[in-house]
């Protein structure tokens, strides 16, 4: 691994656990094995920092979109895929997951990354609206957003406690409810 990569990754854990706001780049350096420097060599500054840590993350989740993506043939197993895919990814990508989730509700914060995740989420929204438009939801865009707002509400309540709340029992739900949905 890269000392890039080192940093990404001990950033990421940081600013995850601790916030963005109370992790300095000091303490980054220290955990990561590297001089401070080297992060402002690499990165920029702290800002530059999060836009990488953000950037990293969201190709993540558009390369794993790619394959059922809303020119999939089967509109319904593209929505099935995006059930499990989601919630596969929340477990894989914790650390991502728990600093997006912190961003949102940090102003400052959500100022510098805000518009990449909401670019992304755009990105997803019009991806399902498609697919329940080809499906014939009567409100597909509705449709799209609801699924959305379900699979970011069992995320974050995973993301809260993931020892305790039921994520696989939840996905799997989530897979039977919209395989059998009447559109």
């Known amino acids: 691994m890269t000392n890039k990569e080192i940093i990404l990754q001990t950033a990421l854990k ?20 590297v001089s401070e420097g080297l992060i402002f060599r690499h990165f920029g500054n ?14 993540h989740i558009a390369a794993t979109m790619e394959s059922y ?10 929505i099935l895929q995006h059930i499990e895919r989601s919630l596969t990814a929340i ?9 997006v989730t912190k961003i949102r509700f940090q102003a400052e914060v959500s100022k510098l990354a805000g518009a990449q995740l909401e670019e992304v989420n755009e990105f997803i929204v019009k991806h399902l609206t498609e697919n329940f438009r ?13 699924l959305f707002a379900l699979i970011d509400g069992v995320c974050l309540h ?10 696989d029992s939840m996905k799997n739900l989530l897979i039977k409810k919209y395989n059998h949905a009447y559109f």
Not at 46 to 59: F, H, N, S
Not at 91 to 99: A, D, I, P, S
Not at 160 to 166: L, R, T, W
């Open 14 to 33: 940081l600013f995850g656990e601790q916030g963005y706001d109370r992790s300095p780049t000091r303490q980054i350096a220290k955990e990561a094995g």
């Open 46 to 59: 702290k800002t530059g920092l999060l836009t990488a840590i953000i950037q990293e993350g969201m190709a």
């Open 69 to 78: 993506s809303a020119t999939a043939a089967d509109p319904r197993g593209a």
């Open 91 to 99: 477990r894989e990508n914790e650390k991502f997951w728990q600093l």
């Open 134 to 146: 080809r499906l014939g939801a009567e409100s597909p865009e509705q449709e799209a957003m609801l």
């Open 158 to 167: 995973w993301l809260q406690d993931p020892s305790d709340y039921p994520l």
